[in-house]
């Protein structure tokens, strides 16, 4: 199991940017899968994006697409999502997490398919 601290979020205008950074646990971090969620008050937990062990395949939500980019270092053992011209819509709680298994060959991106979740880190977009 994987342990998780996600950092980054805060408070910005419509259309600014945050990178949020999550920092894994383990020697074996490079051979998972990671993701980020998020949830809105009055929602449930969303999909929003998604890498693979390799670093090579990535996923995206299609409310993100074009905005977010999610990247790993895996030397430093962090995930990251850099976010762009964020909306209001994107305020919400954002969680990292790291795929139940190592070194699969499918892209992660059920809650399902996760093993290990940070504390979240909340990011809130006024208008």
């Known amino acids: 199991q994987v342990q998780l601290v996600e950092s980054g979020g805060g408070l910005v205008q419509a259309g600014g940017s945050l990178n949020l950074s999550c920092a894994a646990s383990g020697r074996t971090f490079r051979d998972y899968g990671m993701g980020w969620f998020r949830q809105a008050p009055g929602k449930e937990r969303e999909f929003v994006a998604a890498?693979?062990?390799?670093?090579?395949?990535?996923l995206y939500t299609d409310s993100v697409k074009g905005r977010f980019t999610i990247s790993r270092d895996n030397a430093k053992n962090t995930v990251y999502l850099q976010m762009n011209s964020l909306k209001p819509e994107d305020t919400a709680v954002y969680y990292c997490a790291a795929d139940r298994s190592p070194r699969l060959i499918r892209l992660p991106r059920l809650p399902s398919d996760f093993g290990s979740w940070g504390q979240g880190t909340q990011v809130t977009v006024s208008s």
């Open positions: 890498i693979s062990w390799g670093g090579g395949v990535t």
